[in-house]
């Protein structure tokens, strides 16, 4: 990303100089589809990132312009609605979230530019919601603490986007701190930094370029199963509020009987949590391999039992299963394509994207890229 340029583009659009946002889109060590269910989640922000340039204006207006779209949006702080264009209605649902909220800002202009692979699993959505609500806040002295930041953006997520996600990928845009993965729990909300040690290793993520949309997918039908497993075992025990309450014993008990694919779905969240929490100790206490272990175990529960996985996600996880030099694999993110994060040796990586490559390449007939990532602080200023 070139800052200078982004600030040339903006004062070519909107003929005034800006301040620059930057938020970061993120990867997840381990703890998927667990954080609407009040689990835990091992996120990091990483290197790719979104930019917003952004100036007040003294009117009532947004206006909005896409570098990668190459449109703009016009709208009036008064008459906020959603758009046809998906990438504006991130901003809006921001905008409108915060109106709701009760926040006093003006008109602004807007630029968009970054480089988070878009719909590859990495949350450039989330990251543009976080950049939007920094700089709203920035620009107006708002005064918003940053896990209002991570909420407020969350809901313009649901709103706007139609996407009932969790908490976890707005959370790692804001809190992402370099060298670090933080493990949050989604119930009380309680985060810790681990320092991410991956000596001789490095994070590497494969890219299906399988487009995902998550509010066509079953994103919001995974949810709902979640929920009725807690409203069935809830009529039976008392103080169960999501699945972060529940064990495979209720689960069998009051689930089971009453539907099996719910049961499956719900079983892979309560044992997903679970490693989560191993994953942490084997974190810090640096054995990579056991860590490895559990990725490639929570990528099998994604695909048999969660089913969220897609032919294109498996085979890059079958791909270098065993591979030695590849600790552990999975797909991340909600699902359906995107990436494949995986943990490899240093010197073995230029060697093992080069096979990927063909090999997908001669299975699926699509490109495939990839990415070696890694970490990054979370929503800030640029200067
Ligand atoms: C998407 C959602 C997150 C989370 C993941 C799955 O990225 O936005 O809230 O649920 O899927 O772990």
Redesign the pocket.
């Known amino acids: 990303m070139d800052i200078e340029s982004l600030k040339a583009s903006f004062v070519k659009t909107f003929n005034t100089e800006s301040i620059i946002v930057k938020s970061p889109g993120r990867i ?1 060590i381990i ?6 269910n009040g689990g835990f ?1 091992m996120p990091a922000a990483i290197n790719k990132a979104i930019y917003v340039a952004v100036s007040k204006r003294i009117d009532d207006e947004i206006h909005l312009y896409s570098e990668s779209y190459q449109q703009f949006h016009n709208c009036s702080i008064e008459s906020i609605e959603k758009s046809d264009k998906g990438w504006a209605n991130y901003i809006l649902g921001v905008a409108d979230q915060l109106k709701k909220r009760g926040y006093k800002f003006g008109g602004f202009n807007l630029y968009l530019d970054g480089n988070v692979p878009l719909g590859a ?1 990495l ?1 450039s959505s ?1 990251a543009l919601e976080c950049a939007t609500v920094f700089a709203i806040d920035y620009l107006n002295n708002l005064g918003i603490s940053q896990m209002d930041r991570a909420l407020i953006s ?1 809901k313009a ?1 649901h709103v706007f986007a139609g ?1 009932n ?5 707005q959370f790692a845009s804001v809190f992402g701190k370099k060298d670090y993965a933080v493990m949050l729990d989604c119930r009380s909300m309680k985060y810790v930094y681990i320092p991410l040690k991956l000596d001789g290793y490095k994070l590497v993520l494969l890219n299906t370029n399988v487009k995902h949309s ?1 509010s066509d997918s079953a ?1 919001n039908t995974r949810r709902s199963q979640c929920e009725q497993g807690v409203a069935w075992v809830g009529e039976f025990v008392a103080g169960v509020t999501s699945l972060r309450d529940v064990n495979r014993a209720m689960l069998e008990q009051y689930v089971k009987p009453k539907s099996l694919e719910v049961f499956q779905k719900c079983n892979f969240v309560v044992e997903e949590i679970e490693r989560v929490v191993k994953a942490a100790d084997q974190l810090a206490n640096g054995d990579l391999a056991a860590l490895g272990h559990l990725m490639f175990q929570t990528h099998e529960g994604l695909s048999k039992d969660y089913e969220v996985s897609c032919a294109e996600l498996d085979f890059l996880v079958e791909l270098v299963k065993n591979d030695n030099a590849v600790l552990g694999a999975r797909m991340m ?3 359906f394509g995107g990436c494949t994060i995986n943990i490899v040796e240093d010197e073995a990586i230029d060697e093992l994207i080069d096979r990927a490559k063909i090999d997908y390449k001669q299975r699926f007939n699509l490109e495939l890229d990839a990415y070696v990532v890694q970490t990054d602080n979370g929503s800030e200023l640029v200067n």
Request: aromatic share 8%.
């Open positions: 997840n703890g998927e589809h667990t954080d609407y989640v699993g949350s989330a969350q997520e996407v996600c969790g908490i976890m990928d998550l994103y993110g909600g699902g």
